[in-house]
C-alpha cells in the first residue's frame, strides 16, 4: 500500500471517528445532532444565514430581537417554537403576553420558513429556525460563532398564563440565580445569558420603578439619564449599554458604574453571589464569549420535544 493511499485511509478514519463521536455525544443528551439536516436539507445553514444577514442589513436592532424571540421560545414550554404561535379566537397564545410585546422579528422567520418549505417540505422545524437565526444574529453583531445541534420538533401548545416562566426585570441576584437553576444554569450561566443584553433596548415601563428615589442600585447621574427616557412616556426606549447593536462587553462595564437599565441587570453586580462573574467578563471579552457560546448552546436544548412528541409546523405561525 503506497505510503499516501495509507495516509488518506488514516485521515478518512479520523474523521470518521470525530463525526460518530460528535453525533453519538448529542444523541446521547437528546437526540439532536449537528448534521441532522445533512440529507433532508443540505442547504438549511446558507439559507438561514442569507436572510437573516439581509434583514439585519435593512433593520441591525432586529439582531436583539431574534436572539431574544430564541430566549423566549426556551423558556417556556421548551424551545419548540410555541413563541412563534399566533392566537386564535378560542387560544391566547404567549405572543399575547406583555413579556411579548415588544418582540419583533417574526416575519424574518417566516420568510426563512418560506424558503424552506420550497427547498424541502415538511423537514425543517420552526423551534430549529429560530435557534439558528439566533445564533447567526449573535455572530452578525460581532460576537462569537457557535455551532448548534438541531432536531428540535414544534410543539402544539402556546398559551399566554406559561409566560409567567419567564424571569422579570424586578427581580434581584437570588431570584434569577434560581430561575435560572430551576433549568439547570449555574450562576456564572445565568450572568453570562444576561450578557444579551449588550444588544437592544427596554421600555421605560420596564425600568420606570427604579426612578422614584429608592433604588440604591442607581448611580444617581444614570438615574437622570432612564428620567429624561421616560419623560417621553412609557414607551419609549432606553439601550442597554452604549454599543446597542455590537455584542461586546460594554453591558458588563456599565454594570460596574451603576449604570444598568434593569434592575435585575444592575443587581447582578450588586449582589456578591455574582459581582465576581461580571468583573471577569467586564475585564475579559473572550472569557464572556466563550461562556455566552457555551450557555446559550445549553439554553437552546432545553426541554426539546423530540420525534412523535412533536411536529414539523408548516407555517410557523399555527399547528398543523
Ligand atoms: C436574566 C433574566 C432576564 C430578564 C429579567 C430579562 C428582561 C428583559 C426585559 C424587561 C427587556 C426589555 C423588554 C422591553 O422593555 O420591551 C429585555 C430585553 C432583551 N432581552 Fe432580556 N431578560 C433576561 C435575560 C435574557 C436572556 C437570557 C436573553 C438572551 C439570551 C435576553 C435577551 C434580550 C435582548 C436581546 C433584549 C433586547 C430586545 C430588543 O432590543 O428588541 N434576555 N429583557
Ligand atoms: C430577593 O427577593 C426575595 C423575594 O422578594 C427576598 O425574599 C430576598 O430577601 C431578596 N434577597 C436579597 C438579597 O435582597
Ligand atoms: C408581536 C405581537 O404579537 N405582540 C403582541 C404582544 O401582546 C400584546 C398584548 O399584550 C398584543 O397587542 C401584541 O400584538
Same mark, same amino acid.
Request: hydrophobic content about 25%; aromatic content about 0%; overall charge negative.
Given at each position: 500500500m503506497s505510503l499516501l493511499m495509507s495516509m488518506s485511509m488514516s485521515m478518512n478514519l479520523v474523521s470518521i471517528i470525530v463525526l460518530v463521536s460528535v453525533s453519538v455525544t448529542f444523541r446521547g443528551v437528546n437526540g439532536l445532532s449537528m448534521g441532522y439536516y445533512l440529507m433532508s436539507c443540505p442547504f438549511v445553514d446558507p439559507i438561514v444565514k442569507n436572510t437573516v444577514n439581509r434583514a439585519l442589513q435593512n433593520d441591525p436592532t432586529l439582531a436583539a430581537s431574534l436572539i431574544r424571540m430564541h430566549f423566549h421560545d426556551c423558556f417556556v414550554e421548551g424551545c419548540d417554537g410555541s413563541v412563534l404561535i399566533d392566537s386564535t379566537r378560542d387560544n391566547r397564545a404567549e405572543k399575547d403576553s406583555p413579556a411579548n410585546e415588544s418582540l419583533r422579528g417574526y416575519e424574518v422567520i417566516d420568510d426563512i420558513k418560506e424558503q424552506l418549505e420550497n427547498q424541502?417540505?415538511? #423537514? #425543517?422545524?420552526c423551534a430549529d429556525i429560530v435557534a439558528m437565526a439566533a445564533r447567526d444574529a449573535v455572530f452578525w453583531a460581532g460576537g462569537p460563532f457557535y455551532d448548534i445541534p438541531k432536531g428540535r420538533k414544534d410543539g402544539t401548545r402556546s398559551r399566554i398564563?406559561?409566560?409567567?416562566?419567564l424571569p422579570s426585570p424586578f427581580f434581584n441576584a437570588s431570584q434569577l440565580i434560581n430561575t435560572f437553576a430551576r433549568r439547570g444554569f449555574t450562576a456564572q450561566q445565568m450572568v453570562a445569558l444576561s450578557g444579551a443584553h449588550t444588544l437592544g433596548v427596554a421600555r421605560c415601563v420596564s425600568f420606570k420603578d427604579r426612578l422614584d428615589g429608592t433604588d440604591t442600585l442607581l448611580s444617581p447621574n444614570f438615574g437622570r439619564t432612564l428620567s429624561r427616557t421616560c419623560s417621553n412616556g412609557d414607551n419609549a426606549i432606553q439601550t442597554f449599554d452604549a454599543t446597542a447593536d455590537s455584542f461586546d462587553n460594554v453591558y458588563y462595564n456599565a454594570l460596574s458604574r451603576g449604570a444598568g437599565v434593569l434592575f435585575s441587570d444592575q443587581t447582578l453586580f450588586a449582589s456578591p453571589r455574582t459581582r465576581g462573574i461580571v468583573n471577569a467578563y467586564a475585564m475579559n471579552q473572550a472569557l464572556f464569549f466563550l461562556d455566552f457560546q457555551q450557555a446559550i448552546i445549553k439554553m437552546g436544548m432545553l426541554d426539546v420535544k423530540e420525534g412523535r412528541w412533536g411536529q414539523v409546523r408548516r407555517n410557523c405561525r399555527r399547528v398543523n
Open positions: 424541502c417540505p415538511g #423537514v #425543517v422545524s398564563e406559561d409566560t409567567a416562566n
